[in-house]
């Protein structure tokens, strides 16, 4: 019989394939997902940026595994907190599916050949500096959600064009809408950009990484 977890994860479309995508690493260990909504997901206003390298989007997860009601969690690396919660740790990281960051625009138009003034959704600090640094004409809009959240924001005309991490549209099967995938040396990404992180109680470290050692091929340690 199969040694079952459970696993903690924000119930977004992407959370959901990242657990997945895990899944499929593990036949041996089947996975049973406990849905857990954190302040991230309950809060559509707060600009990321105010609250980058924070537990915006793990705090509750990280409580459940504390509390014990949960046996792993399983994040996006770059949404880890740059401080863990004491007693937790991060056994397994995955190697980065893909490290980009891509544009998806009306027409199917190319950063460069935006039209002027042209608004461009963006949450984090990084990007923002970035798209600016490249075209100063264009309008910075603030924009929070899930992925298909974002990608609605352009057929509802309230952007033309948005920035967003390459591996969440691969994880979602939605390549087709990318139009530009941006060029790393003018668009530096997250080192983190595109792993997936694994996180238990320090107490049960060993005992779950010889449950889950079939991820060590997985691993971009």
Do not use: W, Y
């Amino acid at each position: 019989m199969n040694t079952i977890l459970k696993v903690g994860s924000r119930s977004s479309p992407l959370a959901l394939k990242q657990v997945k995508e895990i899944q499929e690493f593990i036949p041996s260990v089947q996975l049973v997902v406990i849905p857990i909504e954190t302040q991230g997901d309950k809060d559509k206003f707060t600009p990321l940026s105010e609250v980058e390298n924070s537990d915006f989007f793990t705090r509750e997860i990280d409580l459940a595994l504390l509390r014990g009601d949960i046996d792993i969690a399983i994040h996006s690396s770059k949404d880890l907190p740059d401080v863990l919660p004491e007693g937790l740790k991060v056994i397994f990281e995955t190697k980065s599916l893909s490290p980009f960051d891509v544009l998806v625009a009306k027409g199917n138009l190319k950063l460069k050949d935006l039209p002027l003034g042209a608004r461009v959704g963006a949450s984090s600090i990084r990007r923002k500096s970035q798209i600016l640094s490249f075209r100063r004409d264009l309008k910075i809009v603030d924009i929070r959600g899930n992925i298909q959240e974002r990608l609605n924001l352009i057929s509802e005309n309230k952007i033309d064009a948005l920035i967003v991490a390459h591996a969440a549209l691969i994880r979602l099967g939605l390549e087709d809408k990318i139009t530009e995938i941006l060029n790393p040396v003018e668009f530096p990404t997250h080192p983190k950009q595109g792993r997936l992180a694994i996180v238990v109680k320090e107490n049960r470290c060993q005992e779950v990484r010889f449950i889950l050692s079939e991820l060590d091929q997985v691993t971009g340690n």
